[in-house]
Structures are given as structure tokens and as C-alpha cells.
């Protein structure tokens, strides 16, 4: 199968490039993958139970919103395909790919399928530690996103805990202190991987404790449907003294696994593997290849800021295969000479304008 645009992924950024490349009539195929990541298709906002920060939604389940931006995309004429994307070969245009069978992440299907230009929102894993009682409690205290989550009700006001040591951790704890009644940072070494300026910065704050040489063991929380966590295990990792300490929270900071492993060697990358796009752009080193969303933003990682950049991606294709379209632009450019009046170079109301 050949195709004008080829989308691969399925969260904010996906779904915004695909609705603007519908719009723009590209028929674009979006690949949304099956369980990519481990993750149902609709990605991070998926695993989260509530979104207060998306304009237009004052609170809505994160897989509702994903469900209705799936929706809004397929409403506009996408064509999403649940399959997931084994192999690229960009070296050349057209693009070539090849997909998994369903269910099998093991294989190759033989057929090869090609497209003109490609927009990658494949996203990015937050790293968990997998820790006992981490699964139970995800999404009702267990979180890897404070901005997207620290204003719950159920965070408001109560003991959190963040896991890290480095600068995000930081921007982290000191957003959670002004929604908690106390922050601990867990860091398991006995200094912190921040910039002096950030380990200070989180030091002087009088809602932050700052527990060194500590990890977590153990996630504990209510025994119902819908439990909320009221616990974390702790330990020292030099005493082996172990504690339970009061925590309705637990935000992972430990960094985030972007979901490029079918793109090394073809496109750049940064030293953690995210997607590198040309400054207030979505273009790749690639020509005809653009980024989108978490895959190449390791800083703000929102879902409005991926449906942004999906935007911009979307915007930036469709203007980019319009100038590779040559002989479409010469029809349209000779159609329209076509229906221009014979005038000898004079324009008619001149021509026939007695006052001239």
C-alpha cells in the first residue's frame, strides 16, 4: 500500500497531525500500533485517570479524551490501522515500512508499503521501578507526571513522595509543594545528580525533605475497589533499615524512554535517544520525516504541547508535499492561464473604461 502520509502513533501529537492532514484532504493512515510500549493505543493519557489541564475539559478520564480525539481523527477521514510498525527505511522516498502481525512483536509481515512523507509521534515510557503494590496503585497515587497530576484532590493537602535525584526531580518536588502538605525526595545516593543552583534551590524549601542514601520497597495503600495508596516503604540503602512513612503520593522522577528504536542509524538523535528537530520545527535530519511530541520533547512532555507540535508537523507536510507535487501545481497554474481573457496584455476593466 502507498500512501501520501504515513502517521505512527497514536496519543495528542498523532491524532492533531492526522485531523490536520485530513483536513487538508492527504488521506493520511495512522498507525496506532497494538500495545506499543506496552501501552494501550492512545499512549501516556491512557494510564492516567484524570485530566484537569486540557483547554475545553474541565475534568475528564484520560482514555475518554484519547477515545474522542480517535474519534475527531477517523470523523475527518484518517484511516487508523491497529497494527504496529516493525521497519523503516528511510534512505530513500517513497519511505518503506513493514508492519507486525497482530499480537506477534517478534515477526515481520512480508508485504512492503511505502508513503511520501512521514510524521513520527511514537512518544515516550516513563521508567518505572516496578516496584510491589506499583501496578495496583497506578493512577490512584502512583504517577510519573506531577504537572499533569499533582493537582488531584486526592494529592491536595497530603504527605507525597518524588523518587530522583536529578533537575527534573527538582521541578518536580517544588511544583508538588505548593499542592502538598510535605514533599519527601527519595535520592539513593548521597548527593543529588541536580545543578548546585536546582539542589539548593529544593534544600531552602520548608515543605521539602530531602532523604538521602533511601529507596522505596514497597507501595501500600487501602484494600477495596478503586483503593488509593496511603504508604510508602522505605529503606536505607546503607543500614538496611526499613520504614512504612505516610504518603498518599508517589511521583516517579526518574526519567522517560522515548520510543525511537526503529529509527537509529536514519535519523539524529540526542544522547537519550530522543528525535532532534530543527528549532520551532518539526523537521527531522530527514527530508520529508517530521517529529512530534514526546519523542522529541524531553522537557514539557503535556498533551497540549504534543497536539501543538503534532499540529505544526501536520502543517509543515502538507506544505512540504504540495512543493514536491510539481506537475499538480502546473495543471492547476495552466487551468487557471486557461480561463484568463485574451486581452493583449491590458486588463479589460482598463481597456474598456471610458475615463482611461
Known amino acids: 500500500m502507498h500512501s501520501k502520509i504515513v502517521i505512527i502513533g497514536s496519543g495528542p501529537a498523532a491524532h492533531t497531525a492526522a485531523i490536520y492532514a485530513a483536513r487538508a484532504e492527504l488521506k493520511p493512515v495512522l498507525y496506532e500500533g497494538f500495545l506499543a510500549l506496552g501501552i494501550a493505543a492512545g499512549g501516556q493519557l491512557t494510564t492516567t485517570d484524570e485530566v484537569e489541564n486540557y483547554p475545553g475539559f474541565g475534568n475528564i478520564k484520560g482514555t475518554e479524551l484519547m477515545d474522542q480525539m480517535r474519534a475527531q481523527s477517523e470523523a475527518c477521514g484518517t484511516e487508523i ?126 515543605k521539602v525533605e530531602i532523604r538521602y542514601n533511601t529507596t522505596a520497597t514497597q507501595v501500600k495503600g487501602e484494600e477495596k475497589d478503586r483503593a488509593l495508596m496511603t504508604h510508602l516503604r522505605i529503606k536505607n540503602v546503607k543500614t538496611g533499615k526499613e520504614e512504612d512513612i505516610d504518603a498518599n503520593g508517589l511521583f516517579y522522577a526518574v526519567g522517560h524512554e522515548p520510543a525511537t528504536h526503529l529509527f537509529k542509524g536514519q535519523l539524529k538523535m540526542d544522547e537519550d535517544g530522543y528525535l532532534i528537530t530543527d528549532p520551532g520545527t518539526a523537521k527531522t535530519n530527514v527530508e520529508g520525516v517530521w517529529a512530534a511530541g514526546d519523542v522529541q520533547d524531553k522537557k514539557y512532555r503535556q498533551a497540549i504541547t504534543s497536539a501543538g507540535i503534532g499540529c505544526v508537523a501536520a502543517l509543515e507536510a502538507e506544505k512540504w508535499l504540495a512543493e514536491q507535487d510539481v506537475s499538480v501545481g502546473n495543471e492547476l497554474e495552466e487551468e487557471k492561464d486557461a480561463r484568463k481573457p485574451q486581452t493583449n496584455g491590458q486588463a479589460p476593466e482598463y481597456r474598456s473604461n471610458p475615463l482611461l
Open 81 to 206: 490501522v491497529s497494527q504496529t510498525v516493525s521497519k523503516v527505511d528511510l534512505s530513500q522516498r517513497p519511505f518503506k515500512y513493514w508492519l507486525h502481525p497482530m499480537g506477534d512483536d517478534e515477526t515481520h509481515e512480508p508485504d512492503v508499503h511505502t508513503a511520501d512523507s512521514l510524521i513520527i509521534a511514537t512518544g515516550a515510557k516513563a521508567r518505572r521501578l516496578d516496584l510491589p503494590g506499583e501496578d495496583k496503585y497506578w493512577g490512584n497515587g502512583v504517577s510519573a507526571c506531577a504537572v499533569c497530576d499533582g493537582s488531584l484532590p486526592i494529592f491536595r493537602e497530603k504527605p507525597l513522595v518524588v523518587i530522583g535525584g536529578g533537575d527534573s526531580a527538582v521541578e518536580e518536588s517544588v511544583y508538588l509543594s505548593k499542592k502538598a502538605s510535605k514533599v519527601t525526595v527519595l535520592v539513593r545516593r548521597d548527593v543529588m545528580r541536580a545543578s548546585k543552583v536546582n539542589a539548593r534551590r529544593l534544600a531552602a524549601n520548608p
